[in-house]
């Protein structure tokens, strides 16, 4: 799929899909747990089509597991029955350790059965985009360093902080072009730790990695989509803006329609639905009623593509998560009859 032709698309329809952060709630309907099919390809492209089925997303997206690669790495991972894993400490903290870190082979963990996911996926899936996800660079090596260490050790020792970025981002770009191999027509690229620094420590120690990676792997058949949930993404958001990803996806943290002013016009952005407060905590009403005033704030802006502010928790209520989608399609119906 021509993933640039696409966005055109997208940002020029009057009428849009959304595309929440929707994949882990299809253990529900699989009625397994979540550790069952994290090592599992078969079952998360059965729960990727199941999710497909069910809803009018305008995209399929796989599973946000942010301790893969941390688990290609060597990071040692907690798994709870319906969690989604997590990492436990930290293998590096001196120099080197930094310099000794060896970059993990294609399947090393559970990378092979994430790129084996999006080969059965896009087996099963044909009528929408289907993207993966990867971890950013300062999300990933803030796994590896500890993730409450690693902004100190951008001050404190900034070579060892760069040393790990480099590797995690060369990783990265091996990984995210296995999964375009495997057929994906995008990744999702999660820097959900940048959102916690400075502007000028996000411009030293993520954007540069970030771009690097972009420019690695986005061609016109292939998009990236740079995810950001952080409280700091609007005094960051002008440096992240030029990281040349064909979209952006931001948390509920930030006022959506103030990030868009930022937003190139013809690049997409998304967001930003609180994930646990709405689609885990909410109501059908109140859901319901937070994506219309959201649809409604963002009007003025076509490249908007409304969506979850984060993953949706595996075991949210599916009647928010429906809740949400009638709302949608009740903002644009409206919106068609007042035109």
Not at 22 to 29: A, C, D, G, R, Y
Not at 78 to 95: C, K, L, Q, W
Not at 227 to 237: A, D, M, Q, T, W
């Amino acid at each position: 799929m021509n993933m640039k032709i696409w966005t055109e698309q997208m940002i020029a329809a009057p009428v849009k899909k959304a595309m929440p952060l929707l994949s882990f709630p299809s253990v529900q309907l699989l009625k397994k747990e979540v550790r069952e099919i994290i090592f599992d390809s078969t079952l998360q492209a059965q729960g990727m089509k199941l999710i497909a089925d069910l809803t009018n997303a305008c995209a399929s997206l796989s599973y946000m597991d942010l301790s893969v690669e941390a688990e290609a790495f060597g990071s040692q991972i907690r798994y709870g029955n319906n969690e989604v894993p997590t990492v436990v400490g930290h293998i590096v903290e001196t120099m080197e350790q930094a310099e000794a870190l060896a970059v993990p082979q294609l399947g090393a963990g559970r990378t092979g059965i994430c790129i084996d996911t999006i080969q059965k996926a896009v087996e099963l899936i044909s009528d929408r985009p289907v993207f993966g996800n990867a971890i950013g660079p300062f999300s990933l090596a803030g796994r590896l360093l500890d993730v409450s260490e690693a902004m100190v050790y951008c001050f404190e020792e900034p070579d060892m902080v760069h040393t790990v970025l480099s590797k995690a981002a060369e990783f990265s770009v091996r990984y995210i072009k296995a999964l375009k191999a495997a057929g994906a027509d995008g990744v999702i690229l999660a820097e959900p730790l940048a959102g916690v620094l400075s502007a000028k420590l996000n411009a030293e120690f993520s954007v540069p990695y970030v771009r690097r990676i972009v420019e690695q792997v986005q061609s016109d058949e292939f998009m990236v989509i740079y995810h950001n949930c952080g409280n700091e993404v609007p005094r960051l958001i002008g440096d992240i803006a030029t990281c040349g990803a064909m979209g952006y996806h931001f948390g509920n943290a930030v006022d959506m329609a103030q990030i868009l002013k930022h937003i190139p016009e013809n690049v997409l952005a998304f967001g930003n639905i609180d994930p646990t407060g709405q689609f885990n905590n909410g109501t059908p009403g109140s859901i319901r009623n937070a994506t219309l005033d959201l649809l409604e704030a963002c009007r003025a802006y076509p490249n908007f593509v409304i969506s979850s502010g984060c993953d949706i928790p595996p075991l949210a209520s599916w009647r928010n998560i429906h809740a949400f989608f009638h709302a949608v399609s009740e903002f644009y119906t409206e919106m068609r009859l007042t035109a």
